[in-house]
Nanobody
């Protein structure tokens, strides 16, 4: 199995910054795409950003120019650097990783436990 451990959430004032991290461990043979989703109270979970194994990135329109996703393949870790945070960014942020656990076995998706990000004065 694959375990994802997230860190970096917290309370920040509007305009502030936070950096989220998510490390994959366990039976990780290979990691494909990695991404971050978020879910605010009463809303559906939505994609925030994703990055392929080749480094191609995709962002939700609401975070373009403010958030940056990156990854360290040697550490099987994905990061989300968030700048100019707004109250509407408040949500639980979830890491999602598409990983392969052994040769010949197809990729599967795994979720982190979620980390709370609160943007408030």
């Amino acid at each position: 199995q694959v375990q994802l451990v997230e860190s970096g959430g917290g309370l920040v004032q509007p305009g502030g910054s936070l950096r989220l991290s998510c490390a994959a461990s366990g039976s990780v043979f290979g990691v494909n795409a990695m991404g971050w989703f978020r879910q605010a109270p009463g809303k559906e979970r939505e994609l925030v950003a994703r990055i392929t194994s080749g480094g191609v990135t995709h962002y939700a329109d609401s975070v373009k120019g403010r958030f940056t996703i990156s990854r360290d393949n040697a550490k099987n870790t994905v990061y989300l650097q968030m700048f100019s945070l707004k109250p509407e960014d408040t949500a639980v942020y979830y890491c999602n990783v598409i990983a392969v656990i052994a040769p010949g076995i197809g990729p599967d998706g795994y979720w982190g436990q979620g980390t709370q990000v609160t943007v408030s004065s």
